[in-house]
């Protein structure tokens, strides 16, 4: 266990010096490489802003307004006959807009539940079987200009839908 506890507190400070060391034996500008990738990152910061602003506005006010909980309500009676709990719905929907707000609301529930709870395995193996859909699309698509996403969405939401699924049926076992 102790050798696990050290590579894992390595492997990234070995990455960086490799990196360097792979530049400065091949004669490679590395500190001009690095100000040039910076600059470049910078530049892609500002472009997404917008979209990551608008996204983390639209989820806090469907979290404040409490419509979040109205729809939990409304769709509970369809997800409680299987097996999904009403009380995930609005982690399941957050999901596809913003991780961090639905992490949010994944300490809530543990909060409430615990996270060894029924409830606490559900949302754990949901939040790491599912992907924030509409955010990696935003975010992606726009900085590669893709303007015609094709069967991306569709895919992505049944690929949501079975990750849901999944984290129902293996919270039974567990």
Do not use: W
């Amino acid at each position: 266990m102790n050798i696990l506890l050290f590579l894992s507190d390595a492997v990234i400070p070995i990455l960086i010096f490799s990196i360097i060391g792979y530049g400065l034996i091949n004669h490679h500008p590395v500190y001009d490489d690095f100000i040039k990738g910076a600059k470049d990152g910078f530049h892609t910061v500002i472009g997404i802003m917008p979209t990551l602003i608008g996204l983390m506005v639209g989820v806090g006010i469907l979290r404040a307004s409490g419509f979040l909980d109205l729809l939990a309500s409304v769709l509970g009676v369809i997800t409680e006959p299987l097996h999904f709990p009403a009380e995930l719905v609005p982690v399941s929907i957050v999901r596809m807009f913003s991780s961090s707000a639905a992490t949010g609301l994944v300490l809530d529930i543990f909060k409430e539940f615990g996270p060894d709870s029924y409830y606490g395995i559900i949302t754990s193996v949901m939040m790491s079987c599912t992907e924030t859909i509409f955010y990696t699309m935003s975010i992606y698509f726009m900085t590669a200009k893709v303007q015609k996403t094709r069967y991306t969405l569709p895919g992505a939401l049944i690929t949501t839908l079975a990750g849901t699924i999944a984290s129902v049926i293996l919270a039974q076992f567990m």
